[in-house]
Each structure stands twice: as C-alpha cells, then as structure tokens.
C-alpha cells in the first residue's frame, strides 16, 4: 500500500507518537469557518473528508462577528452532518439578533436534528449598530433561554487568560460558572500558546466549584504571523521563545513549518498531560496539520484496521 504523502512514514509516526503519554487519544473536534465563496467552499469540502475519519467528537462552525454569515452558518452545518454523520455544533451568538430571530434559529437548528450548541454573547459588529429590539445581554442568559427550548447540548466559551473585557481572572471565571449553572454542560476555551496557562485556569475553576469539562483549543502554528496576530487581539500571551522560534529569518523559511509542527505537537502533548478531557483544533479550514496531530495520537486507527 502507498504511504499517505499528508503524514509521516510509520517508523516516524511511532517515534514521534511515543511523546503522548496515552494509549487511547483524547476525544477530538475541529472547528470550522462558513466559506465565503465557490473556492472557499471547496477547500472545506476537503478538509471535512479529511478530518472526518479522525474527528471523534465532530465539528464545529462559527458564525460571524454580530451574528454575520447566519444561513452560511446553517447551511454549513447542515452540510457536514450530512456527509460524514459526526455530530456537529453550531455557534450561535446574542449580539447582533433580536430574541425571537435567536430561537427561530435555534428551532431551526433543533427541527433539522442539530442538537450541539456553542452559546455565545458574541463580539460586537464593527460598524456598532444594534437590533432594533435588545437580545440576550450574558451569554448565560442565552444560555438559559436555549435550555427552556430545546434539549440542546449547550457548551460555552472560556478564556484560561480571561476575556478582555474582564476585570480580571477570577472575576471572569464566575462569568463561566454562572453560564455552566444556567445550563451549559462543557466549556471549550479561547486558545492559549502557553499550555500552563491552562493548567493554571483548571486549578482556578475547582476553586470555584467548576466542575464541568474544560475543553482546551489548540491553534496549528504553521501560519505564525496569523496566529501572532489573533493572540494579540484576543489578549492571549505571546511566549517571547516561541516567536523566535517561528519568526522567519533569512535562508531559514523552509526549516519555519517543521519548526510551527513539532511546537504544535509539545503543546497538544502538555496540555493532555495537563488533564486535558478533548481537545478542539481551530482548523481555519486548512486539515494539513491538524490531521498530523491526530494522527500522531492515534486517531483513526480503529476505523482504519476496521477498513483493512
């Protein structure tokens, strides 16, 4: 059989799987973007077939900042249930909809037989004009509102370096225990490019009496300036060894991807040790590494000798 030119050899996967201290790989999702044309379209199309053999908890799909891109959203979401029968979670954000447009889509969403949310307030459109009628202030109060509604299986955001909107970290974390307590069952967090920080914020939420899943994401390093600069947005540190790491230099560029995926690789690898319960992959619909990594931690080996 031809070797798979997407991952390493098998004598290279073995050296390399042997950094996970796991023999079963963790639950894995992938998140998604709704494309925004025919090309785009059709690069996820791609990357859906390629993540879904190894996509053990499924998919999720965002929706725009202000609740832009809603039916791409739906339409998406719909989409990939369909092909690969993997559980898919829809986000669906307050800000940017009226409350009745907010559980229309959730009774959509609910009658087309998606039953994963991610409840977000969500971030504000950047031309700051609101709905005519007000919608949800907290997520939480979203988060409420879906569980009188439906039977959702509702996760929320976390943010294991907080939100920038936060007072500071504990004052944020009750944020997250009053939206788990309205109804939400998991949480899945805001990446981090220090995984102690997510060590950090586990230890801070039993404090609070969190006891709910706290999914960490992971963010592929192979676009370095891209991730650098969502870091920067999102109030997530920047480790001043890692940007050496994965700045270019001159003569060095081809050496940067080898460097972005066995950096990848120790974070995933120190955030399972750190108790991580799954881990989700911000994917930005590209599915070269995020396959590497789960492949890497065995993903898919069932399915693969089922098919042998």
């Known amino acids: 059989?031809?070797?798979?030119?997407?991952?390493?050899?098998?004598?290279?996967?073995?050296?390399?799987?042997?950094?996970?201290?796991?023999?079963?790989?963790?639950?894995?999702?992938?998140?998604?973007?709704?494309?925004?044309?025919?090309?785009?379209?059709?690069?996820?199309?791609?990357?859906?077939?390629?993540?879904?053999?190894?996509?053990?908890?499924?998919?999720?799909?965002?929706?725009?900042?202000?609740?832009?891109?809603?039916?791409?959203?739906?339409?998406?979401?719909?989409?990939?249930?369909?092909?690969?029968?993997?559980?898919?979670?829809?986000?669906?954000?307050?800000?940017?909809?009226?409350?009745?447009?907010?559980?229309?889509?959730?009774?959509?969403?609910?009658?087309?037989?998606?039953?994963?949310?991610?409840?977000?307030?969500?971030?504000?459109?950047?031309?700051?004009?609101?709905?005519?009628e007000p919608s949800f202030e907290h997520a939480s109060d979203l988060v409420a509102a879906l569980r009188d509604r439906h039977d959702f299986e509702i996760s929320v955001a976390a943010y294991p370096e907080k939100h920038p909107e936060a007072e500071d970290l504990d004052d944020d974390i009750d944020h997250l225990k009053e939206k788990l307590d309205a109804g939400a069952s998991s949480a899945i967090c805001q990446f981090v490019l220090n995984p102690e920080s997510y060590a950090r914020f586990l230890e801070r939420c039993g404090q609070h009496g969190i006891d709910a899943p706290i999914v960490p994401g992971i963010m592929p390093l192979d676009d370095w300036p891209r991730v650098r600069n969502f870091a920067l947005r999102t109030g997530a540190s920047v480790p001043g060894w890692l940007d050496r790491l994965l700045t270019e230099r001159d003569g060095e560029g081809p050496v940067t991807p080898l460097l972005a995926a066995a950096a990848t690789l120790e974070q995933t690898r120190r955030l399972i040790a750190y108790g991580a319960p799954a881990l989700h992959i911000y994917t930005l619909n590209h599915w070269h590494l995020p396959l590497a990594l789960a492949r890497l931690m065995g993903a898919g080996q069932d399915a693969a000798a089922a098919g042998a």
């Open 1 to 132: 059989m031809a070797e798979d030119a997407s991952f390493p050899g098998q004598p290279t996967a073995a050296l390399l799987r042997d950094l996970f201290e796991t023999v079963t790989p963790p639950p894995l999702s992938f998140e998604l973007f709704p494309p925004r044309s025919e090309a785009g379209h059709d690069v996820l199309r791609e990357t859906v077939g390629r993540l879904a053999p190894v996509a053990s908890d499924g998919f999720s799909v965002t929706m725009g900042a202000g609740g832009t891109a809603r039916s791409g959203t739906m339409e998406t979401v719909q989409e990939i249930a369909q092909t690969t029968g993997k559980p898919v979670t829809a986000h669906l954000t307050a800000i940017g909809h009226d409350r009745a447009t907010v559980m229309n889509i959730a009774d959509a969403l609910w009658n087309s037989g998606i039953t994963r949310v991610l409840a977000l307030r969500g971030d504000m459109p950047r031309d700051e004009l609101q709905p005519a």
